[in-house]
Each structure stands twice: as structure tokens, then as C-alpha cells.
């Protein structure tokens, strides 16, 4: 692939937006082949937790790609947004767990692609943000909706509105950032972060969680919660229950 690089390790990979010269930003052809590597790793079986950064030490993503959006006609600019949240959605509704370690400007399409990621790792240096209205335009990857969702609807509405860049630790303040590290260190957590995620946990429970999780937001609390114990019942008709269990039991951690 020419714009993403693929780094498989054990039981996870990296996935690296590698066009640097336009600090990562997005065009067709970078997000024709995000969805094509998402959809690799999802079903090679053996990656647990994808890892998606951005090349070079200046940007994460900085958006999505202006000059290639400049001229577009409305229909252009719908099937745009719509390559653009399938992208998305097909990393949120993966199999696999993502974390979005973000080394620098994750702006526009890029904070979107963030917010799709289950968890966010910033380096001190990251700086987030929606500027789509200085532009003439809204967030058209998703961003309306999921930063209301993690942030709540006032704090997005006003960074929405203003546009506004935050630093990493208003990012950490907001609960956008689960953690923030020195810029040196962020490839390392995230990896620690992937190896202690997969190590002793079973994967279907992981994948049931995630589910639950995502799709409860959705719903009203009582059909989230009956989503849980459907979910937590079907487990058992797979080995994980009675490997960790027993496990336990024995005073010794979870081979799954
Ligand atoms: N698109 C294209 N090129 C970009 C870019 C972007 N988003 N961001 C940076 N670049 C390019 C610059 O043009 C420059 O190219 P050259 O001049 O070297 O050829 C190169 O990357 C380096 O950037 P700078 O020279 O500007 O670097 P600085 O350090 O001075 O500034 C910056 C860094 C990140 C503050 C600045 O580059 C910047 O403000 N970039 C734009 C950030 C931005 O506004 N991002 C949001 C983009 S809008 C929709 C679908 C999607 C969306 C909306 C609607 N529908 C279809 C409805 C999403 C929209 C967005 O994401």
C-alpha cells in the first residue's frame, strides 16, 4: 500500500498513515486504503489490537485532505463523507480493539478517525481539534456524533463551533486522552498498552465487551442492559468461562 504502512507483531499491528508531506492528511485514496488494511488485519485472524498513528513526528492526521475537497461538486463531497464514515465504521465495529496513538495535530478527519478508535494515547505535544467551520464546512467523518458521545454535548458543541484546538492535557481533562506520554515514549505505550490487552484475556469476552459497550450507548439503559446478559450467558456456550474460571481456581493465570 503507497499511504498506509502495515507492521504486524504479535497478535497486533501498527497501521501508519504514511503521507507526511501533507501531515497525513486524508484523500480518496488514503481512505480507499485504510478500509482495505482494516479490513486485512480484521480478518487475518491473528490480530487482536491494531495500533493507528500517523508518520513522522509533526502530525497524527491533520485532516482530511483540503486541496482534493476545494472544488467538489455536492454529490462529490456526499460520496466523500461516505467513504470517509465507512472507513471509520469499519474500524469501530472491527473485531479488534484500536488505540490511536496520536503524535501530533489530529485535526478535522483526523480527530475523527481518533474518536473512532476504542482508546486514545497522546503525546504531549498533540494538539486536537474540529476547525471544519473556519472552513466553511461541518466534521464529515463522524464527528458530531462521537465527540458528543464521549465528551457530552456542550463541550462538543462549543469545540465544534469555535473550532478550537486543545493541548493534551485539556484532551486528558475531557476524557478524549485516556493517557498522555512524552512524545519519545508513545509508540512504546501503545505497544505495552496492545501486549497487556491481549495477554491472559480471553478474546471473546474482549469482543463481547466492545460490543456491549458500543452498542449500549445507543440504546436506552434497560435494552443495553439486557444486551449484557444475553451477551455474558453466550459466552458460556464457548471455552473461555470454564478455562479462566478454573484458572482462577487453581491460583494460576488464564492460558486461552
Ligand atoms: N489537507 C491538505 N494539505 C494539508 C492539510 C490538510 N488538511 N494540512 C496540512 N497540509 C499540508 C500544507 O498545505 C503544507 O503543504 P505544502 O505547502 O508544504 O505543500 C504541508 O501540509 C505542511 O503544512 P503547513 O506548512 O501548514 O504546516 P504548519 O506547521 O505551518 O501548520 C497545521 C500545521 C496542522 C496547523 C496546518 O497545516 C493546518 O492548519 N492544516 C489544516 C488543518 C485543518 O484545517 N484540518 C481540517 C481539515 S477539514 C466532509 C468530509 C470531511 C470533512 C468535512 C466534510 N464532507 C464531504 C461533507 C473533514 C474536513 C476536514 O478534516
Known amino acids: 500500500m503507497a499511504e498506509i504502512q502495515i507492521t504486524k507483531k504479535e497478535g497486533y499491528a501498527l497501521l501508519t498513515i504514511d503521507r507526511p508531506k501533507a501531515l497525513n492528511a486524508l484523500n480518496k485514496d488514503v481512505l480507499t486504503e485504510l478500509k482495505a488494511a482494516i479490513s486485512e488485519l480484521n480478518s487475518a485472524g491473528d490480530i487482536r489490537v491494531v495500533i493507528v498513528t500517523g508518520s513522522g513526528e509533526k502530525a497524527f492526521v491533520a485532516g482530511a485532505d483540503i486541496a482534493s475537497m476545494k472544488d467538489m461538486t455536492a454529490d462529490e463531497a456526499t460520496a466523500f463523507a461516505e467513504l470517509g464514515h465507512s472507513a471509520m465504521n469499519r474500524l469501530s465495529d472491527s473485531g479488534m480493539v484500536s488505540i490511536a496513538a496520536i503524535n501530533g495535530f489530529a485535526l478535522g478527519g483526523g480527530m475523527e478517525l481518533a474518536l473512532a478508535c476504542d482508546i486514545r494515547l497522546l503525546s504531549e505535544n498533540a494538539k486536537m481539534g474540529l476547525p471544519e467551520v473556519t472552513l466553511g464546512l461541518i466534521p464529515g467523518f463522524g464527528g458530531t456524533q462521537r465527540l458528543a458521545r464521549i465528551v457530552g454535548q456542550g463541550v462538543a458543541t462549543e469545540l465544534i463551533l469555535t473550532g478550537d484546538m486543545i493541548d493534551a492535557s485539556r484532551a486528558r481533562e ?83
Not at 213 to 238: C, R, T, V
Request: glycine share 8%.
Open 174 to 256: 475531557l476524557g478524549l486522552a485516556n493517557h498522555v506520554y512524552a512524545p519519545g515514549d508513545l509508540l512504546n505505550e501503545a505497544e505495552a498498552l496492545a501486549q497487556k490487552i491481549i495477554a491472559n484475556k480471553s478474546r471473546p469476552a474482549q469482543r463481547a465487551a466492545k460490543a456491549v459497550i458500543q452498542q449500549g450507548l445507543d440504546l436506552a439503559l434497560i435494552a443495553g442492559l439486557q444486551k449484557e446478559i444475553i451477551e455474558f450467558g453466550e459466552l458460556f456456550d464457548g471455552p473461555d468461562p470454564k478455562t479462566g474460571m478454573t484458572a482462577f481456581l487453581e491460583k494460576r493465570k488464564a492460558d486461552f
